[in-house]
């Protein structure tokens, strides 16, 4: 199983971003992709998170109105938009997956099994 995140990069305040993340090695498994995110001296935080189907997402209050999850799985990519970002938002994000149809709620790093490598955000004011 393998999870590549990527389109990260140096945004100004009030710009957007796409990132992706391409999960291969998953067969007919139903999995749900969170989001995360980890700044500098801060603990790793899921931001959201999609349900197998794309039906059920969740977001943490800072993002909520900004940021969209969505996925695709004929390409077996999800997706996060990232819109009106702020410099608060600049961290290394993560997409991670779990073996489960229904996301549920927001979890800890410790509940996901599979990890993508991380794409740096960095928002400028």
């Known amino acids: 199983v393998q999870l590549q995140a990527s389109g990260g990069g140096l945004v100004q305040a009030g710009g957007s971003l796409r990132l992706s993340c391409a999960a291969s090695?998953?067969?007919?498994?139903?999995?749900?992709i969170g989001w995360f995110r980890q700044a500098p001296g801060k603990e790793r935080e899921e931001i959201s998170c999609?349900?197998?189907?794309?039906?059920?997402?969740h977001y943490t209050e800072s993002v909520k109105g900004r940021f969209t999850i969505s996925r695709d799985n004929a390409k077996n990519t999800e997706y996060l938009q990232m819109n009106n970002l702020k410099p608060d938002d600049t961290a290394i994000y993560y997409c991670?997956?779990?073996?489960?149809?229904?996301?549920?709620?927001?979890?800890?790093?410790?509940?996901?099994?599979?990890w993508g490598q991380g794409t740096q955000v960095t928002v400028s004011s």
């Open positions: 991670a997956a779990r073996v489960t149809r229904a996301a549920g709620r927001l979890l800890d790093p410790s509940a996901y099994s599979n």
């Open positions: 999609i349900s197998s189907t794309g039906s059920e997402t």
């Open positions: 090695g998953f067969g007919s498994a139903y999995y749900t």
